[in-house]
Nanobody
Framework: QVQLVESGGGLVQPGESLRLSCAAS????????MNWYRQAPGKERELVAG????????SYADSVKGRFTISRDNDKNSVYLQMNRLDPDDTAVYYC?????????WGQGTQVTVSS
């Protein structure tokens, strides 16, 4: 059974950091592009960061460039999102996504709340 499970979300104050993890099971992520999306209340889901399967090149939304870092560990079948200098605008449910050709898998999401 294909599954993506996110963890690491929580409540933090502005300026603090969080590290999200996404553990895959039922398939190997090595041949998949891996992505982090987020969805804030009342807003559409948006792509935050992505990392390619081959070469591991990364891309980021302008709003998180320089603050967030996506990485992957194919041996551990996991992908991560290091989030620094968090801002209240980063408050959202964060989703892990695996994509290859016509295949796209989603996790259930993890809540990140940035508030003082």
């Amino acid at each position: 059974q294909v599954q993506l499970v996110e963890s690491g979300g929580g409540l933090v104050q502005p300026g603090e950091s969080l590290r999200l993890s996404c553990a895959a099971s039922g398939f190997r992520i090595g041949n998949y592009g891996m992505n982090w999306y987020r969805q804030a209340p009342g807003k559409e889901r948006e792509l935050v960061a992505g990392i390619r399967s081959a070469g591991g090149s990364t891309s980021y939304a302008d709003s998180v460039k320089g603050r967030f870092t996506i990485s992957r560990d194919n041996d551990k079948n996991s992908v991560y999102l290091q989030m620094n200098r968090l801002d209240p605008d980063d408050t959202a449910v964060y989703y892990c996504n695996a994509r290859r050709a016509f295949y796209s898998y989603w996790g259930q999401g993890t809540q990140v709340t940035v508030s003082s």
